[in-house]
């Protein structure tokens, strides 16, 4: 088996996640390689020592170029804050690294496109962690509407709601509420939360081509986590977006973190003239199929067999799931991860993912997306992409 050595830059939630993926993924997918946790990276050496033992980095490093000049780095993987990502990206391809790295992809798709021309140049393997393709019911329903059981497209919603961030005593910036700083993390929901969506909502229903949005911003001013200063917020608390697909199909979008109760409310439904499909995040194991029509003849079924079916997808004819447990037992949050892993590891040795996984240059195109939504708010208008 070939060794791959990881490089890990960052050291937060995504860090874990990612990290936790590359020690399991050799446990339930069977891979040409061995993957090492050759170093890890951040600024605070204290809380890196503790990343480091809890995952079983062989070293660590607090100047991130260090880690992508590194001869025996194979894998950089990059779960930094946003404003981080594109000079990491674009030294990491120039020293010819297979790369990973979280959503939003960059600040603006100006950046996510420089990030592109350099991974094109270099020529190497890339992925964007868009996780949510790969639970194993968003992974049926693409399924379901690649065989043709939805039919034309009439309407496709979204829901992306948590509600985290409501108190006024919540602060600004930070190691862990950096997403509410707009030099951080470039925007609001739209770029945190919507960017799933998006992809998403194209992966399943193809390019968006138009779109009409509003933003909100309820806290106006919040006290800086390091200094306590008041400080002003710019980025969106919430979103809402009127989006038509090129397929003629129309898409409404909602994203916020003001929703009260919600705490990872993910939601996507797509109704078509041979059925619909709706799924929810907090009910993960569970895709919702209505079937009205056989997808070969067009021939309605029988009136006594139409209505919603709530599909448990924990069988092994499932997506991913022959690789899991046995059927009715389900898997979690951190398994997504592990088969987004597996996808791309497979791609790089030439072998068949169950879904090719999203590229830079993929993720480019959401990027485009989420500019073309807050431009729309800003400019209270339809932008065409």
Known sequence: MKT???????????????????????????????????????????????FQRAWGYESIETDWHKVIERDDIDIIDVVTPNFMHKDMVIEAAKAGKMIICEKPLAMSYAQAQEMVDAVEAAGVPTCVSFCYRRNPSIALFKQLVDENRIGRPFHYRATYNQDYTISKKVPVGGASLWRLDANVAGSGVTGDLLAHSIDCAEWLNGPISRVCAHTEIFIKERADAVTGKATPITIDDACMFMAQFQN????????????????????????GENGACYFNLEEPEYLQFFRYADPETGK????????????LVTNSEHPYMDHYWVPGTVIGYEHYFINQLAD???????????????????????????DAVIQSAKEERWIDI
């Open 300 to 311: 309605k079924v029988e009136d006594h067999l139409t209505g919603w079916q709530k599909i």
């Open 248 to 271: 003629g199909s129309l898409g409404v979008f909602e994203s916020s973190r003001y929703a009260r109760g919600r705490k990872n409310f993910n939601t996507m439904e797509m109704n």
């Open 344 to 370: 791309f590891l497979l791609e790089v040795a030439g072998r068949q993912p169950v879904y090719p996984v999203p590229t830079i240059k993929d993720a480019a195109r959401t990027q485009k997306v989420c």
């Open 4 to 50: 791959l050595n990881v490089g890990m830059l960052g050291s937060g939630f995504m860090g874990r996640t990612h990290s936790n993926a590359f020690n399991q993924v050799g446990h339930f997918f069977d891979l040409p390689f061995e993957l090492v946790l050759k170093c890890c990276y951040a600024r605070n050496r204290e809380n890196l020592e503790k």
